[in-house]
């Protein structure tokens, strides 16, 4: 969620990575997240791009490297 700020920039605040081998060194990682238009509204799609895995054992794993979520654009008090 954000406030709005004029753009569709979102922010990856958490990633969740799971069915990887107990004690491998393996993570989700990068990625750029845009809402589907700057404007405010609750519920908006997210779109995150260009995710990829890192660690010594990334190389025994695939992921997807793209993701998507809903999230709010709130708006901006003006004073």
């Keep these: 969620n954000k406030v709005y700020d004029g753009t569709n920039a979102a922010t990856i605040a958490t990633r969740t990575l799971s ?3 107990p004690g491998d060194d393996v ?3 990068g990625g750029t997240a845009t809402f589907n238009n ?3 509204g609750m519920g ?3 779109n995150a791009t260009g ?3 890192s660690g ?3 190389g025994n794993y695939t992921v997807n490297t793209t993701a998507s ?3 709010d ?3 901006r008090t003006l004073t």
């Design 19 to 21: 069915g990887a081998v």
């Design 27 to 29: 993570s989700y990682v």
């Design 38 to 40: 700057e404007n405010v």
């Design 44 to 46: 908006k799609p997210v």
């Design 51 to 53: 995710l990829s895995l």
């Design 56 to 58: 010594a054992a990334a």
């Design 69 to 71: 979520t809903t999230a």
């Design 73 to 75: 654009i709130t708006p």
